[in-house]
Structure formats: structure tokens, C-alpha cells
């Protein structure tokens, strides 16, 4: 029987998206030391980590959906290369607007199942989304420890109040992150 991994870290993909954006918008995230970062908020590289997003769809006759799948797909096999899940939950369009579904449940039953299954020790949950919070809720009842990882322009005091502990990133920890070009 394979041993548990000691952590779970669950990256909700378009949260961590737009919460990086808000303080380090040039970065590009398909360059992103994902892995890197895990190992470094977990202080440990016995992690299972998931990256959990909307799967953007192709639309005929869309120049836009072409080029924005053709981004995911490329942010699809960095993950995967650096041993990282990818989970795809599904993108709804509603007139104009697209909307994530599918994800926040596939967050909340990561977080249940692992910690009913003995799956992990401690989850790192990399999201501002309350919707979760009813999953974390059960996980500490299985006596696992959960651990908000929130941006320090953007903290959920919900998720905050219901996670044994907070870290806090800034700019500058994303910025270490980042993986460096070589220059030509």
C-alpha cells in the first residue's frame, strides 16, 4: 500500500489567477514555479497538489477561443510536467459572459474525500471562495489540519476563521516564484 502523502495542495486555478493578477500583473503564469511554491508553503515535497479550473471550450468560428485554449492547453502541460493534477470543472456562457462551473464542488470533494480516506495530514486550499467552507468544515472533524492560503490584497476573513491557520502571500513571495528566462 502506497504511503499517504503528508499534504494536499489544492490551487482553485482562475482564483489564484485573478488574486496574482491584482499584485503582480506582469507576471506570466504559465511560467510559474507552481510546484516551487507548493513545496515552499507546505515546508515539505511529500504533496499531492491539484490545479483545479474551467476547461475553456473551442467555439467556431472564434478567433478568441481559439487563442484562449490554446493558452490553456499550454498552462495544462506545464502543470502536468511538473507532476501537478490538473481538475477541470466546465465554462458556461451566458450572453457574453463566461462563468466557471463545476469547480468549487470538485474543490469541496477533493478536500472530503482525502481527509474521510486518510489521504493527507494537512490541506494548503488556495482560494477566497467561501463555498468551500462546508468541506473544510468536515475535513477538521476528520482531525485533518487546513491551512488558508490567501493574497494579502485579497483575504477572506470566512476562510480565515474556519482554517486552523492563515499564510499570507505577498508580491514579493510570488516573485520569487517566477521563473526567470534565459537571457539571449
Do not use: W
Not at 503528508?6 to 504559465?30: E, M, V
Not at 490553456?72 to 506545464?78: C, G
Amino acid at each position: 500500500m502506497a504511503k499517504a502523502k503528508n499534504s494536499l495542495i489544492i490551487f482553485d486555478g482562475s482564483n489564484f489567477y485573478h488574486s496574482i493578477k491584482k499584485i503582480t500583473p506582469q507576471i506570466h503564469l504559465s511560467n510559474f514555479r507552481y510546484r516551487d511554491f507548493s513545496e515552499y508553503i507546505s515546508n515539505t515535497t511529500n504533496n499531492r497538489i491539484i490545479y483545479c479550473v474551467g476547461e475553456i471550450r473551442r467555439s467556431k468560428n472564434s478567433v478568441k477561443s481559439e487563442k484562449l485554449y490554446s493558452h490553456q492547453q499550454s498552462l495544462f502541460y506545464y502543470l502536468e510536467k511538473q507532476k501537478i493534477e490538473v481538475i477541470k470543472g466546465f465554462m458556461l456562457k451566458n450572453g457574453s459572459e463566461y462563468h466557471e462551473k463545476g469547480v468549487d464542488v470538485r474543490i469541496a470533494l477533493e478536500i472530503q474525500r482525502g481527509a474521510i480516506k486518510n489521504e493527507y495530514q494537512k490541506c494548503f486550499i488556495i482560494s477566497s471562495d467561501t463555498d468551500i467552507i462546508p468541506a473544510i468544515i468536515d475535513a477538521r472533524k476528520e482531525k485533518k489540519q487546513l491551512v488558508y492560503v490567501g493574497f494579502d490584497k485579497n483575504l477572506s476573513r470566512a476562510m480565515q476563521s474556519n482554517c486552523d491557520q492563515t499564510i499570507i502571500v505577498d508580491k514579493e513571495t510570488i516573485r520569487k516564484f517566477e521563473k526567470i528566462s534565459p537571457k539571449k
